[in-house]
């Protein structure tokens, strides 16, 4: 048996061999007779290119087998591609590959999983975001797909084939704002078609002084945008005050914005991706920020791996995290604590200091000692993504953020020492839900919920009164947001509604004597808006026109506010830029006492009453221009902006008209312009701004003169230099005092009342400050590196006044006060991440 089952196989190998030798003994034959046999045995047609078949040949074919059968032969022995386009009709194509590698439009992180779908053939990306497949024709559309991200479909003759050159990514929202200019100081701060400014903190390089991403510092960097006391929580855009600007955290309006009161952001910088600066045009669904919007977003894409970051400074620690969930979830979580609790640095204590400078925090009374003066706080956020399918996208964001400052009064009376602690508090909480759906590629709906509440509450603890007065300001907020969105190839048309419920209250409260005042106001808005945005073919015209109509049920007010953005790029190296909007707000911040709160945080929200504290309403217009060639940029923008309903309680005085009431107007004519020269891995720039600012109040003696916000002239130069492991930048700020008033020389009193001169008359003396800073980036191991960094702020330690006031002593002489600016303050930084 065995024997025989050998011979069987040889047998059979000695057929092959005789048919083999038997084909290749035949002739090959031209493509073109084959396919004209076919044609006359099958009654078809092929249709090709009349040089696509030269020079090929094939082996004739068999009777035997049917047309289908044929034609799949065919293909595996030229790799040609038959495709049948009607009954009879067959086109007949060289197959072409196609390659890229796709990106995420604001991380540059590589984007896994993506599918990228053809005619027929269908593809899905590596690690590397690297994807190839093979199509038809140059006029095959190719659909790629991902999970959050705007679908793009391309004809295949838009990808490069030699180079699989890289595909940017984009949000649905994003997709018409695009980038015009990138790298607009440095890398990461760029430009976009719709007039704002993004700055990308996955990309992004340095800025003087910072060694950390503080997002509401490094807005600072951009022309028309500073602060006149170096803080965070007092940014003055274009000369308005801090409570004119809106600041949204992943939609969420905040109202507090600072921790250590100011001198850093309160959102973490791990968790926050993209901050876009809005100084006019602004998009139609967004209301309040008379000034100006800072608009602060997280990574919208879910992770397919984990990835974290523990950080430490001089001044905090922090830590991050990014937990897949499956394919369709992911969980972000972000906290930060200060180091105080553990150890004292330097800087911490030069922040300390800054703070309650001139307060009754740093001295008391003579016969009242302060002792055991302690500050600390605390930030964490959470977020939950959710793409139940590649069209549906659920959010669900939560911030809180915490200060808590505390010290001891002591007064010694008949050998008894008593003691009493005073406290200050400072928090905020927010929690927003989002839905998008993305109905086809064509429609596209947005549902938007939100709460945030606000909370600054003061025990002063009066140990030789034995009083104790409690101090609240109290904001509750919630609103509803819908929009609609259809696009056609170069237009966009959005339409929405928007409600919003704002709640404000005051407590002012002492227990001996006993008094007790609460107040609380309620205001309810409502808004349609509309606005439609055009991108011509070649991306050199975008213009984005829009309306929104606002009622507020208390006041039974209409408010009707159109917007406009124009860009319009002339030739290769030119672009203008028309920018225009009105707007309102029903909130503000006012002083009543300059030691309310402690001393340290004095302003507090107030609701529009439509009397005493009218309805803030601004309009503004730019034009801006911009050149571009060889890494040079040059960007020179005028404008002009006009606010009324502004009282003098909300605009920080502190000498004359400190304690006038009364309602008014500003007016800024303001010109920015920008110079940029970027050299391989080196960034300079050079920016100027000139505005000049007045207000107008027709209820007081002057009625006309400049306002607190007016910085003249304010000059910054810097410059950058950037590689795969160093970052190292250098820079200098300055800018004209503040003006200010000072009392008549020679007549400072009288009738035991400060007798100040013309308002805002002189100014204090010019800021003038240079900040350097250095990061050094390096890999540990396989998934693990790290950056280590020193930054050193006011490296000339100049002594810049950024605030005077006057008071009356007790021997009825004039006393002045001044507050500094920090001086020479060092930090220090080394960060992980895995």
């Given at each position: 048996?065995?024997?025989?089952?050998?011979?069987?196989?040889?047998l059979l190998?000695?057929?092959?061999?005789l048919?083999?030798?038997?084909?290749?003994s035949v002739e090959?034959?031209p493509?073109?007779?084959?396919?004209?046999s076919?044609?006359?045995?099958?009654?078809?047609?092929?249709n090709?290119?009349s040089?696509l078949?030269?020079?090929i040949?094939?082996f004739?074919?068999s009777?035997?087998?049917?047309?289908?059968?044929?034609l799949?032969r065919?293909?595996?022995?030229?790799?040609l591609?038959?495709?049948?386009?009607?009954?009879?009709?067959f086109?007949?194509?060289?197959?072409?590959?196609?390659?890229?590698?796709?990106?995420?439009?604001y991380?540059?992180q590589?984007?896994q999983?993506?599918?990228?779908?053809?005619?027929?053939?269908?593809?899905?990306?590596?690690?590397e975001g690297?994807?190839?497949?093979?199509v038809?024709?140059?006029?095959?559309e190719?659909?790629?797909r991902?999970l959050?991200?705007?679908?793009?479909?391309?004809?295949?003759?838009?990808?490069?084939?030699l180079?699989c050159?890289?595909?940017k990514m984009?949000e649905?929202?994003?997709?018409?704002?695009?980038?015009?200019?990138?790298?607009?100081?440095?890398?990461?701060?760029?430009k976009?078609?719709?007039?704002a400014t993004?700055?990308n903190?996955?990309?992004f390089?340095a800025?003087?002084?910072?060694?950390?991403?503080?997002?509401?510092?490094?807005?600072?960097?951009?022309?028309?945008?500073?602060?006149?006391?170096e803080?965070?929580s007092?940014?003055?855009?274009?000369?308005?005050s801090?409570?004119?600007?809106?600041?949204?955290?992943?939609?969420?309006?905040?109202y507090?914005s600072?921790?250590?009161?100011?001198l850093?952001?309160?959102?973490n910088?791990q968790?926050?991706?993209i901050?876009t600066?809005?100084?006019?045009g602004?998009?139609?669904?967004f209301t309040?920020?008379?000034s100006?919007?800072?608009?602060?977003?997280t990574?919208?894409?879910?992770?397919k791996?984990?990835?974290?970051s523990?950080?430490l400074?001089?001044?905090?620690?922090?830590?991050?995290?990014?937990?897949?969930?499956?394919?369709?979830?992911s969980?972000?979580l972000?906290?930060?604590?200060?180091?105080?609790?553990?150890f004292?640095?330097?800087?911490?204590n030069?922040?300390?200091?800054?703070?309650?400078?001139?307060?009754?925090?740093e001295?008391?009374?003579?016969?009242?000692?302060?002792s055991n003066?302690n500050?600390?706080f605390?930030?964490?956020?959470?977020?939950?993504?959710?793409?139940?399918?590649?069209?549906?996208?659920i959010?669900l964001?939560?911030i809180?953020?915490d200060?808590?400052l505390t010290?001891?009064?002591?007064?010694?009376?008949?050998?008894?020492?008593?003691?009493?602690?005073?406290?200050?508090?400072?928090?905020?909480?927010?929690?927003?839900l989002?839905?998008e759906?993305?109905?086809?590629?064509?429609?596209?709906?947005y549902?938007y919920?939100?709460?945030?509440?606000?909370?600054l509450?003061?025990?002063?603890s009066?140990?030789?009164?034995e009083?104790l007065?409690?101090?609240?300001?109290?904001?509750?907020e919630?609103g509803v947001?819908?929009?609609?969105?259809?696009?056609?190839?170069?237009?966009q048309l959005?339409?929405g509604?928007?409600?919003?419920?704002s709640?404000v209250?005051?407590?002012n409260?002492?227990?001996?004597p006993r008094?007790?005042r609460?107040?609380s106001?309620?205001?309810?808005?409502?808004?349609f808006?509309?606005?439609?945005?055009?991108?011509?073919?070649?991306?050199?015209?975008?213009i984005?026109?829009g309306v929104?109509?606002?009622?507020?049920?208390?006041?039974d007010?209409f408010?009707?506010?159109?917007?406009?953005?124009i860009?319009?790029n002339?030739g290769q190296?030119f672009?203008?830029?028309?920018l225009?909007?009105?707007?309102?707000?029903?909130?503000?911040q006012?002083?009543?006492?300059?030691?309310?709160?402690?001393?340290?945080?004095?302003?507090?929200?107030?609701?529009?009453?439509?009397?005493?504290?009218p309805i803030?309403?601004s309009?503004q217009?730019?034009?801006?221009?911009?050149y571009?060639?060889?890494g040079?940029?040059?960007?020179?923008t005028?404008?002009?902006?006009?606010v009324?309903?502004i009282?003098l309680q909300s605009q920080?005085?502190?000498?004359?008209?400190?304690?006038?009431?009364?309602?008014?107007?500003?007016?800024?004519f303001?010109?920015?312009?920008l110079?940029?020269?970027?050299?391989?891995s080196v960034s300079?720039w050079?920016?100027y701004?000139?505005m000049v600012?007045?207000?107008?109040?027709r209820?007081?003696?002057?009625?006309?003169?400049?306002?607190?916000?007016?910085?003249?002239h304010s000059?910054?130069?810097?410059?950058?230099y950037?590689?795969?492991?160093f970052?190292?930048?250098?820079g200098?700020?300055?800018?004209?005092?503040?003006?200010?008033s000072v009392p008549?020389q020679?007549?400072e009193i009288?009738?035991?009342?400060i007798?100040?001169?013309?308002?805002?008359?002189?100014?204090l003396?010019?800021?003038?400050?240079?900040?350097?800073?250095a990061?050094?980036k390096?890999?540990i191991?396989e998934?693990?590196?790290?950056?280590?960094?020193?930054?050193?702020?006011?490296?000339?330690?100049?002594?810049?006044?950024?605030?005077?006031?006057?008071?009356?002593?007790?021997?009825?002489?004039?006393?002045?006060?001044?507050?500094?600016?920090?001086?020479l303050?060092?930090?220090?930084m080394?960060r992980?991440y895995?």
């Amino acid at each position: 048996m065995q024997k025989s089952n050998w011979l069987y196989i040889v047998l059979l190998c000695v057929f092959w061999s005789l048919q083999a030798q038997a084909q290749t003994s035949v002739e090959k034959i031209p493509l073109k007779v084959v396919l004209d046999s076919l044609s006359e045995q099958y009654q078809v047609k092929f249709n090709y290119k009349s040089d696509l078949l030269r020079e090929i040949t094939v082996f004739p074919l068999s009777r035997k087998r049917t047309l289908m059968e044929h034609l799949s032969r065919l293909e595996n022995e030229t790799a040609l591609k038959f495709t049948k386009i009607g009954a009879f009709i067959f086109t007949i194509t060289k197959p072409i590959k196609i390659c890229g590698y796709l990106q995420d439009v604001y991380t540059s992180q590589p984007l896994q999983s993506a599918t990228i779908v053809g005619v027929e053939e269908k593809s899905v990306s590596d690690v590397e975001g690297f994807f190839e497949m093979i199509v038809a024709s140059l006029d095959e559309e190719i659909e790629i797909r991902f999970l959050g991200l705007k679908t793009i479909k391309r004809k295949a003759r838009f990808f490069n084939s030699l180079q699989c050159s890289v595909i940017k990514m984009y949000e649905q929202e994003e997709q018409m704002a695009s980038v015009v200019l990138e790298g607009y100081l440095v890398r990461g701060i760029d430009k976009r078609n719709d007039g704002a400014t993004s700055i990308n903190f996955s990309r992004f390089t340095a800025l003087p002084g910072l060694i950390e991403t503080d997002v509401l510092q490094t807005v600072q960097a951009l022309p028309g945008v500073l602060s006149t006391d170096e803080t965070v929580s007092n940014i003055n855009i274009r000369g308005g005050s801090h409570d004119q600007n809106l600041i949204l955290w992943d939609g969420i309006k905040m109202y507090q914005s600072g921790h250590f009161f100011g001198l850093i952001s309160s959102f973490n910088p791990q968790i926050t991706k993209i901050a876009t600066v809005i100084t006019n045009g602004t998009d139609a669904a967004f209301t309040d920020g008379v000034s100006g919007t800072i608009k602060m977003n997280t990574d919208k894409k879910i992770q397919k791996e984990f990835k974290g970051s523990f950080g430490l400074n001089f001044i905090s620690a922090d830590i991050f995290a990014d937990i897949p969930l499956g394919n369709k979830s992911s969980l972000q979580l972000a906290a930060r604590k200060s180091v105080d609790d553990v150890f004292r640095t330097p800087t911490y204590n030069a922040y300390f200091d800054r703070v309650t400078q001139q307060t009754e925090i740093e001295s008391n009374v003579e016969s009242v000692a302060n002792s055991n003066q302690n500050f600390s706080f605390y930030d964490t956020s959470f977020r939950w993504l959710y793409n139940p399918s590649d069209k549906d996208r659920i959010r669900l964001n939560f911030i809180l953020f915490d200060n808590n400052l505390t010290f001891d009064e002591r007064f010694t009376t008949n050998t008894i020492l008593e003691t009493r602690q005073s406290t200050l508090l400072q928090n905020s909480i927010g929690l927003a839900l989002s839905y998008e759906r993305e109905w086809n590629e064509r429609f596209f709906t947005y549902f938007y919920v939100y709460n945030t509440d606000y909370k600054l509450q003061a025990i002063n603890s009066d140990v030789l009164l034995e009083q104790l007065f409690l101090q609240e300001n109290i904001v509750s907020e919630t609103g509803v947001k819908f929009k609609g969105l259809y696009k056609w190839q170069d237009l966009q048309l959005e339409a929405g509604y928007q409600f919003t419920e704002s709640e404000v209250v005051n407590i002012n409260d002492i227990d001996v004597p006993r008094f007790l005042r609460r107040d609380s106001e309620i205001l309810r808005e409502q808004a349609f808006f509309t606005q439609a945005i055009y991108q011509n073919e070649n991306r050199d015209l975008s213009i984005r026109p829009g309306v929104r109509i606002n009622y507020i049920n208390e006041f039974d007010e209409f408010i009707i506010e159109p917007r406009l953005s124009i860009r319009q790029n002339i030739g290769q190296y030119f672009q203008i830029e028309a920018l225009g909007e009105y707007k309102h707000q029903n909130t503000s911040q006012i002083v009543n006492f300059q030691n309310d709160f402690l001393g340290v945080e004095k302003r507090r929200w107030q609701l529009a009453d439509n009397a005493e504290i009218p309805i803030l309403k601004s309009r503004q217009a730019s034009l801006g221009m911009q050149y571009t060639k060889q890494g040079w940029l040059l960007d020179a923008t005028g404008y002009y902006k006009a606010v009324d309903g502004i009282t003098l309680q909300s605009q920080s005085f502190t000498t004359k008209y400190e304690f006038e009431r009364t309602t008014g107007s500003y007016d800024v004519f303001g010109v920015d312009f920008l110079v940029r020269k970027q050299i391989k891995s080196v960034s300079s720039w050079f920016s100027y701004s000139y505005m000049v600012n007045d207000y107008m109040f027709r209820a007081i003696e002057e009625t006309q003169f400049p306002s607190n916000f007016d910085n003249t002239h304010s000059f910054t130069l810097g410059t950058t230099y950037s590689n795969n492991n160093f970052n190292i930048s250098g820079g200098l700020n300055y800018r004209t005092g503040k003006p200010t008033s000072v009392p008549e020389q020679g007549n400072e009193i009288v009738d035991e009342e400060i007798n100040f001169g013309i308002a805002n008359s002189t100014r204090l003396e010019d800021y003038f400050r240079v900040d350097i800073s250095a990061q050094y980036k390096f890999k540990i191991s396989e998934g693990l590196r790290s950056e280590v960094g020193a930054s050193v702020w006011n490296a000339f330690n100049t002594e810049n006044t950024i605030n005077n006031y006057y008071r009356v002593g007790l021997d009825n002489t004039l006393n002045k006060f001044s507050r500094q600016a920090l001086g020479l303050t060092t930090n220090f930084m080394i960060r992980l991440y895995f």
